[in-house]
């Protein structure tokens, strides 16, 4: 074994490769991409005691084809992402239990989404005593899937799930704003409903890069 630091061990004369092909939304191939193989990175944001053992780029057609070391550690993970205008795909599994055949681990098409800015206002613009309750439910742009082996673990996964928001607001607080980072292209539900009156839900697309909705009451 070879130490890397804080009790990660790379495998001796073991070399694994990792290989796929990113693209985004629209099936188009997506080049530049980073690919980066990490051990102790954490699910969501990474985690400080995250290391690098290998890292390269997607080809012009969106291909990647990567020679990295290798751990045997429960956090291994492969990450794929641009940067902030796409969204993120991370491939998580532990190699306490498994090593992939051939020492091959393919992604095979890993999904980028250009992502949007959302700029949602509310504004009251009724006068006092109006009140209004809403949420907004969108899609998350994030993408991590757990691997059991060669199964999909759904459970331990998070890939592009609705998140929703809500609100209330009356004379203390009569507007509000949120921007959110949505995939380019997915719908955005907006659900309210003033002074109590029967909910109605408005759906909107985001066609635009950067989006801005603004609602009065």
């Known amino acids: 074994m070879t130490v890397l630091g804080c009790e990660v061990q790379l495998e001796d004369n073991t070399r694994i490769l990792v290989e796929g092909t990113v693209e985004d939304q629209n099936n188009m191939p997506v080049p530049e991409a980073k690919v980066t193989v990490l ?18 780029f997607s080809a012009s057609d969106g291909s990647f084809s990567i ?7 429960e956090d291994f993970a492969i990450e794929v992402g641009l940067d902030d205008a796409y969204t993120t795909y991370v491939y998580k599994t532990n190699t306490l239990n498994f090593t992939p055949l051939d020492l091959t681990f393919n992604l095979e098409t890993v999904r980028l989404k250009k992502l949007a800015n959302f700029n949602f206002n509310i504004i009251r613009t009724s006068g006092e005593f109006n009140t209004i309750t809403y949420s907004i439910n969108y899609v998350e742009g994030f993408c991590l899937e757990y691997y059991e082996g060669t199964t999909l673990n759904n459970y331990q996964s998070s890939c592009f799930e609705e998140r929703s928001i809500s609100q209330t607001l009356n004379d ?3 507007d509000d704003q949120w921007q959110l980072q949505v995939p380019l292209g997915e719908v955005v539900a907006f ?5 109590e009156q029967p909910e109605i839900t408005e759906y909107i697309t985001i066609n635009d890069e950067n989006y801005d909705f603004t609602f009065n009451y």
């Open 39 to 56: 051990t102790r990175r954490g699910n969501f944001s990474g985690g400080e005691n995250s290391y690098v053992l290998g890292e390269g």
């Open 67 to 73: 020679i990295s070391f290798f751990d045997k550690d």
């Open 172 to 174: 203390n607080n009569p």
């Open 191 to 195: 659900t309210y409903t003033i002074n």
